[in-house]
Every structure is written in structure tokens, then in C-alpha cells.
């Protein structure tokens, strides 16, 4: 399925903290189509390709990469549906290692 | 003045058990020295393990022979980095850790090819007395290549400095002309334009500070036993803060399905965050196999734990503020390193997110770097990073109030982030308590008490910790006799097993004791995150809620049948007895239901499995009096009240000694404690001796206000309680000390030299003997 068409033309506000902006060409915040997390970051990969690397692993949420919907923490990662206008933050984890 | 209108003060709502201090269900175990610690495990046939660790901080391992340890009459098996599974590259959570790569988790276990810190296991040796184990330690043979360490993170990243690892990089994707790093991370967050918002602020302050690598504290040191059964599957016996996370780290290290392994916790003597990753359990299970399947129990000594296990980062941090002449804040700027030890996996994430959550601050920028060096790969400790980057940001609020001479509590009240406000980090809060904690420390009689005498000191400090919850399993058995069998999957540390019993307790109406609580193993109940984050009250309490209302909703059915009325017919009284609604002649106890179970239709057994995701954040104010010698520079803490928003305290008791232990940890991090290495990587105080941890003679009674700001996240309020009371501390003594004699020290911990010395230079200077507002 299309990247906006599941979504109804639903479009949220997400907001990438500043370590990320380096690959949306310093855009903070991007309005992009998507009724689940899974949408937005489809949508946010095919704009910026290489975020895919920063929050995707093995087809789910980077581990350590918390997502924020509507100041809620998301249990649900990935499926966690997004309505119209929410705000979606994707945030660093408490531990700050990185993996590799 | 105060523009806002708190959203609420104290929680009035009145509940049966909720609330009440009931005796703890382990208490008469734990008392009499009848609980079982994964020491305390004796099985037949087993072996005892010791472990070689290396002497240097930063060695390459050219060859090992053990051919003489292997044949000491005694020795049953021995150990090396070469026996452990070849791993692909892959990420595991290791929750409060974060992510880390498994190879490094491997490695951290027992060395490769290189050891990154001066105690990393280099080999291990299973013998039938653990004597004999020692001494085949010593008939070992390394050949090392030494390398030279690098021991402070910034030195780690300059040009030229040691290399730890050469795989690192602080950004993902990694970028193809990488230059080797000790930099394993790196992360900003920006808010608003700092630049425009420094030009608003009619007032700057910077600020530096350094803090040292300290230690959880926890009493009991590591131990675990493993048998590695006939058919392939292991059982492992130990003391953790997570049954399913030592069952699923030592999956990953040895490249075994979960299911083969069962994982049974013990009683825990302390964690704080320091048992949150395998040590010891990966090697006693290699070794059990070596045996052809003998049980090995390894047992670390103090000296080991210092030297071989996580203790918090190091830490240094600068920070500038701008604020407006009314004492708005402005503007704020903070760079922070944090010392990830041998392999990365510092708390730096938290401690960037926590820095300024507590303000409304429209322009802020923060850079947290994690940096390898060649100690101890660092481990949670309770609030993982904020303790540290609190100090920096409350420390530097102090100096902003001393420039604007405004009362410090006032700032923080006009500042303080509330329901709507927009973290730095981006989010908008929830329902908050933080202006609630301000309000009751200003109103405490601590802060109106006159603090009168040359070289005595008032500071106050807040603190921020945004809690975390995660999967959670709790199952509900009613017995025929009237009571419950409970099995959750959170080992308890702070008394969780009596608060998860009260939230049954509370929804059946029964009375406390009538809910026997047991810690399950990774067999006997379904997966539950770790003890940690502040979040087993929250998250495992809310499985047994939803547990017992799947009872309390099976009785209802059940009593529908004897009565053969519609279940919709029949209402649970609040005294745990049913009753037909418009038919007072049928009634019945939970006790007399229970009875009659079997025979009805079958056993009643409640489940509970969630995931809960709002988790309420916390806020803490810590108000400090103290009293400098003058002559020795020994600092005595003459008053000291810590307020929290707890949501809504299940035990009252528990969450009072939360924030006591909290302080105290505190206290002890601001004057006493420190990793003291020499210049090879060695520490020097490795042992209780040594390494200064408060004892009671050390404090004063710890004053406790519970402030109760619900959490509409959970079904009675709760808020993690845990982990907030260690943050304030150290700036709040800081910023005490500074109000006693008039200088700001910028280093951890400020001990009786390093205030003697500022004391003096004081006095040399400008004759300064107090800083009293």
C-alpha cells in the first residue's frame, strides 16, 4: 500500500531531535502522511533514506529510539497509530550507548 | 507571584488498602536471615568458580595457557574468551542500559582479544573447592601486549588519544570515512534559537562540573549458579533486577533460544541499578557445560565487584544560562561527556533528557557525548545520568539566583515546566507535580527555620526522572481456604512484592495478608521487564490490578451460577463479599465463594499482562542545612527534607524510605564517594575500607513529604517513586556549601580537602567566611 494512502491523507507533525536533523537537511519538524508510526517513518525514509539506519532495525524501532505520540511514550513502537495532527517525537534512550 | 493554578495538591481519595503501611510479606525471612540470596544456593555435586581478571586497564592478549591449571588435581573445567559462541553484530535492550551490542556484552563477560579495563575476566576456572580454584588462577599464563589507557573522557577525544575500539562511531549511519573514535554517541536536542534567546537575558552565568565514577552500593555482591542439564537446557539460580533480563542477555551471549533457558531470581541485597547485566551467569554456564553438566556457582568478592563490574559514569559538563532581569530563563546551553567505561553504554541519553525537563526554558541547546575509556564498563545507577547533569544545571540556577538576588525557591516556581509546558528535549507534559513539590517546600517549616552561625548553610536543590514502565505479568490464584496465591514477575527490592499484593488486596476487598505474594521464575510467569526505571509499582502493580478485577470478574460469573441468576444480577461489595442486587438473602464471603470453587465449575485463576504506557513523570525538591569545619573542612548535615510527587503512594512507608535511601545515596555521591584510580587504571580504594559510603552515624533523620499529584495513568495514581530522590542531593549540598562559606566548588565529591583548600583560598582572597543571601 502507498505511503498516504492508509493514512487518508492524515498528515502528523513529527519532530526529529537535533542528532537527526543531519539527514533531513536540518529540518526540524516535517508534516508527513501516516496513521501508524510504521507510516510516518515509511514516509520519513523515502523523503531522507539514510534515517532508515537510525530507526529501523530488523523491520522495527531502532532499540533505544523511544517514540513519542501526543506526549505519550509509545508501547507499541511501530503499530502505534497516529491521528490527525498528532506530534510524534523520536527520542534517544535513557542508556545513551550506541550499538556499534 | 505564581500565574498558574496547580492542578491539583494532595490526593483525597479514600481507599481501603491503598494507603496503608501494612508489614512487609518478606519482612520475618529477611529479619530472621532465612531468605534465600543466590549465595545461599548448595546443590549436590557442585562446583565452585573463580575468575582471572586482568591487571592491566588497556592490554592486547597475545596467548593464554591454562595446560597447568587443567591438570591441578581439583580443577574440573576451565575457561577462556575463545569458548564463548562467535556473534554476529546485533542489539539487545538491556533496558535501563540501553541498547548495547551483544559482542560487546559477550566481551564485557570475559575478554577476546583485548582487555579494555584493569579487572576485565581474562579466564575462569570450575574446581571442587574454591581454593583449589584460586590456586589453579595463579597457574594461568597471559601474555599480554600492554597498551597504553586513556582514563579521562576528555582526553579520550583528542587527536591521538588511545583507541579502545575501532568499530565506533557517534553517529548512525556510520559514515564510510570514519576515522577510529572513542566517541560511541552523540546527541543534540535544540529548542527555539539560542543565539536570539541569549540576547534577551539580562543575565549569564556559565558553569563547569566534574563528577568521578561511584558505586551503587548495593550490600550483596554478584553470584550466581548455572547447571547445564543432559538435555541441553540451562537453569541458572541468581541475584538480579530481572529474571527475563539475565534469561534473555545470556540467550544472546551464548546463541541459545530463550526457552532452553529458565532463569530463577533470588533474593536481591541492593541493585540501584547495578544488576542490570550479566556478569557472572554466561560463564558459570560454560563452565557447567565443560563438566558435562555439573552445577557452577560463581561468587564475586567485593573487590571484584568494584573492579569487574558497572559503577555510574564519570561526568563533566558545562552549562550557561540566560535569564531576564525578572528572572525568566531565557536561554540555556549545555554540553555533557559521560564515561562509558571500557565499552560504550554510558547513561549520557538521560542525563541530557532530564537536565532541563524541570523548566520552561523557549531556547536551549544540549550535546551529550558517550565516550569510551579504560575503566569499568559503567551500569545504571538509579536516575541513570540525571544525579549528574542536575548537579550542573541546579548548581548554575543557584549562581543565577545569587546574580539576580532572587530566593531561589521563587525561581524555580516561576520556571517550573507544568502541565503544557514544552520540554527542551520537544514533547508537551501531562499532568506534572513539580510546582507542587516547590509549593511544599516553600511552605515547610525547614525553609522559614533560621539558620543561625558562622560557616552553616542552606541550599535547596530539584530534581527530574521520567520514570519507565514496559511489559508486566501477574497471575491470581484463589485458594479454597479465602486467600490468593499471587505470582509476579518483578524482583523486589523496595518492598514491590507487598505493594503489587495491595493492589489485589484493594480491588477484592480483601485484607492485605490475604494475598500471598511470590516473585516468579521466567517459566512460572509470563514475560515482565526489569526491576527498574522506577517503574515495578507502576507496571507490575497494574497487572495485578487487572489480575484481580479477571478474578473478581469470575467470581461474579461463578456466583451468577450457584445462584443460577444472570451474572449483570450480581455486585462485589467493597468488603469482598457478593451479593444479588435486589436479593439480600443471597450473599457470600470471598471466603465462602472460594471454598466452593472446585466443585462449581473449577478453579478461579486471574491474569494480568499489560504493557502500560503513561508513567507518570517525577519531581523532587530536596531542601539541605550544613555545618563546615572550618579547621578540618569536614562538612556535617545539620537538616535534611526531601519532597516528591509520588502520584499516589500505595505504601507510604516504602516510598518515604525510597526518598531517604535516595538522599542519603546523594549525600554520600556529594561528599564522600569516588572511583580513586591511579595513573595506570587501578583503583585505589577497592574495598568498603576505602571507598566512603554514609553510614547512619553519618546523617541526620532524613524529613520526608510525600506531595500527590495523581498520574491518571494508572489506576490509582502511582507514580515511580525510586529513583528522583538521588538527583537533588548533590546540588542541593553544593549549593548549601557555597551559602556556608562563599565558594562554589565544581567537583565531586567535595570532600573535607577540597573544601579545606577552597576555604583557605577564600579567605586569602576576599576574607570571604559565608555566603548567605
Not at chain 2, 682 to 709: G, H
Amino acid at each position: 500500500m502507498a505511503i498516504g494512502m492508509a493514512a487518508g491523507n492524515k498528515m502528523a507533525q513529527v519532530w526529529l531531535y537535533a542528532s537527526l536533523r543531519q539527514y533531513t537537511n536540518g529540518k526540524t519538524h516535517l508534516q508527513v502522511p501516516g496513521a501508524t508510526v510504521r507510516e510516518l517513518v515509511q514516509g520519513l525514509v523515502e523523503q531522507h533514506p539514510p534515517l532508515e539506519e537510525a530507526l529501523v532495525y530488523e523491520g522495527d524501532l531502532m532499540p533505544g529510539i523511544a517514540v513519542v505520540v501526543d506526549g505519550v511514550t509509545s508501547n507499541l513502537g511501530m503499530l502505534e497509530p497516529v491521528e490527525e495532527n498528532s506530534e510524534v517525537h523520536f527520542l534517544p534512550a535513557i542508556g545513551g550507548g550506541s550499538a556499534f | 507571584m505564581l500565574d498558574y493554578k496547580p492542578n491539583m495538591v494532595l490526593s483525597q481519595k479514600e481507599y481501603q488498602v491503598i494507603g496503608t503501611r501494612p508489614r512487609r510479606h518478606d519482612a520475618l525471612d529477611k529479619v530472621t536471615g532465612f531468605a534465600r540470596y543466590s549465595a545461599d544456593i548448595h546443590l549436590p555435586g557442585m562446583l565452585h568458580a573463580r575468575i582471572l581478571r586482568s591487571p592491566y586497564a588497556h592490554a592486547r592478549i597475545k596467548a593464554i595457557d591454562t595446560s597447568k591449571a587443567q591438570t591441578l588435581p581439583g580443577v574440573k573445567a576451565v575457561l577462556t574468551g575463545k569458548d564463548f559462541p562467535k556473534l554476529e553484530a546485533r542489539i539487545a535492550d538491556t533496558g535501563e542500559g540501553g541498547p548495547a551490542n551483544v559482542i560487546f556484552l559477550s566481551n564485557n563477560c570475559m575478554a577476546q582479544d583485548k582487555v579494555v579495563y584493569r579487572g576485565h575476566a581474562i579466564a575462569a576456572v570450575a574446581a571442587t573447592d574454591p581454593v583449589i580454584a584460586e590456586e589453579a588462577l595463579s597457574l594461568i599464563k597471559v601474555d599480554y601486549e600492554v597498551l597504553p589507557p586513556v582514563l579521562d573522557g576528555r582526553e579520550a577525544i583528542k587527536d591521538g588519544a588511545p583507541i579502545l575500539h575501532e568499530s565506533l562511531s557517534p553517529g548512525r549511519p556510520r559514515p564510510a570515512d570514519q576515522k577510529p573514535t572513542n566517541i560511541a554517541n552523540r546527541i543534540e536536542f535544540k529548542l527555539g534559537d539560542l543565539e536570539e534567546g541569549f540576547k534577551q537575558a539580562d543575565i549569564v552565568v556559565e558553569h563547569e562540573t566534574h563528577t568521578k565514577a561511584v558505586h551503587q552500593g548495593y550490600i550483596e555482591p554478584q553470584s550466581a549458579t548455572v547447571m547445564w542439564g543432559k538435555d541441553n537446557n540451562l537453569t541458572i539460580w541468581s541475584s538480579s533486577q530481572g529474571q527475563f533480563m539475565v534469561r534473555d542477555q545470556t540467550a544472546s551471549i551464548l546463541d541459545m533460544p530463550v526457552s532452553r533457558i529458565k532463569a530463577i531470581p533470588m533474593e536481591i541485597g541492593g541493585g540501584f541499578g547495578g544488576k542490570l547485566l550479566v556478569y557472572l551467569e554466561p560463564v558459570a554456564a560454560l563452565l557447567s557445560k565443560k563438566t558435562g553438566g555439573l552445577p557452577v556457582k560463581v561468587t564475586i568478592n567485593r573487590t571484584e565487584v568494584f573492579e569487574g563490574t558497572g559503577p555510574t559514569s564519570g561526568t563533566h559538563i558545562k552549562v550557561k544560562l540566560g535569564a531576564t532581569k525578572e528572572g525568566r530563563l531565557v536561554a540555556a546551553e549545555a554540553h555533557l561527556l559521560y564515561e562509558a567505561g571500557g565499552f560504550p553504554g554510558s547513561p549520557v541519553g538521560g542525563g541530557a533528557r532530564c537536565m532541563m525537563a524541570g523548566y520552561d526554558i523557549p531556547n536551549a541547546y544540549i550535546e551529550g557525548l558517550d565516550v569510551v575509556i579504560n575503566l569499568p564498563r559503567s551500569a545504571a545507577y538509579r536516575a541513570p545520568g540525571s544525579p549528574a547533569s542536575a548537579f550542573a544545571m541546579e548548581t548554575a540556577i543557584d549562581e543565577l539566583c545569587r546574580k539576580l538576588n532572587m530566593d531561589p525557591l521563587e525561581f524555580r516556581l516561576l520556571n517550573a515546566a507544568k502541565e503544557g509546558t514544552r520540554q527542551v528535549t520537544g514533547p508537551v507534559f501531562s499532568k506534572i507535580g513539580f510546582l507542587e513539590t516547590l509549593q511544599a517546600a516553600k511552605d515547610h517549616p525547614h525553609t522559614h527555620a533560621k539558620l543561625s552561625g558562622p560557616y552553616r548553610g542552606r541550599g535547596i536543590a530539584s530534581g527530574y526522572w521520567p520514570n519507565a514502565s514496559g511489559p508486566a505479568s501477574a497471575c491470581a490464584s484463589v485458594n479454597s481456604d479465602g486467600t490468593i496465591s499471587l505470582v509476579e514477575g518483578s524482583p523486589d527490592i523496595g518492598g514491590t512484592r507487598t505493594t503489587a499484593a495491595m493492589h489485589v488486596a484493594e480491588v477484592l476487598g480483601l485484607p492485605v495478608e490475604k494475598v500471598k505474594p511470590t516473585v516468579g521464575d521466567t517459566d512460572s510467569i509470563g514475560f515482565t521487564s526489569l526491576t527498574g526505571g522506577s517503574g515495578v509499582t507502576y507496571k507490575t502493580g497494574i497487572a495485578c490490578y487487572e489480575a484481580a478485577q479477571d478474578v473478581k470478574r469470575q467470581l461474579i460469573q461463578r456466583a451468577s451460577t450457584i445462584w443460577n441468576v444472570q451474572p449483570g444480577d450480581v455486585e462485589y461489595l467493597k468488603d469482598g463479599s457478593l451479593q444479588h442486587k435486589s436479593d439480600p438473602n443471597l450473599r457470600m464471603t470471598f471466603a465462602q465463594l472460594a471454598g466452593r470453587l472446585n466443585n462449581t465449575g473449577g478453579p478461579i485463576v486471574g491474569r494480568g499482562t499489560v504493557n502500560p504506557r503513561q508513567n507518570g513523570n517525577a519531581f523532587a525538591t530536596h531542601v539541605v542545612d550544613l555545618e563546615v569545619d572550618p579547621d578540618t573542612g569536614k562538612v556535617t548535615i545539620l537538616r535534611y527534607t526531601a519532597l516528591q510527587d509520588a502520584g499516589k503512594a500505595i505504601h507510604p512507608t516504602y516510598v518515604e524510605g525510597q526518598m531517604q535511601g535516595g538522599a542519603v545515596q546523594g549525600i554520600g555521591w556529594a561528599l564522600n564517594e569516588e572511583y580513586f584510580y591511579n595513573n595506570e587504571g587501578r583503583m585505589m580504594n577497592a574495598s568498603f575500607l576505602d571507598y566512603r559510603m554514609p553510614t547512619s552515624l553519618d546523617m541526620p533523620m532524613i524529613d520526608t513529604v510525600i506531595v500527590e499529584v495523581e498520574n491518571p495513568g494508572h489506576p490509582f495514581g502511582v507514580r515511580g517513586v525510586g529513583e528522583v530522590p538521588i538527583v537533588p542531593p548533590m546540588a542541593a549540598i553544593n549549593n548549601a556549601l557555597y551559602d556556608a562559606i562563599g565558594v562554589r566548588l565544581n567537583e565531586l565529591p567535595m570532600t573535607p580537602a577540597k573544601v579545606l583548600a577552597a576555604l583557605k583560598a577564600a579567605q586569602s582572597t576576599n576574607g570571604h567566611r559565608n555566603g548567605r543571601r
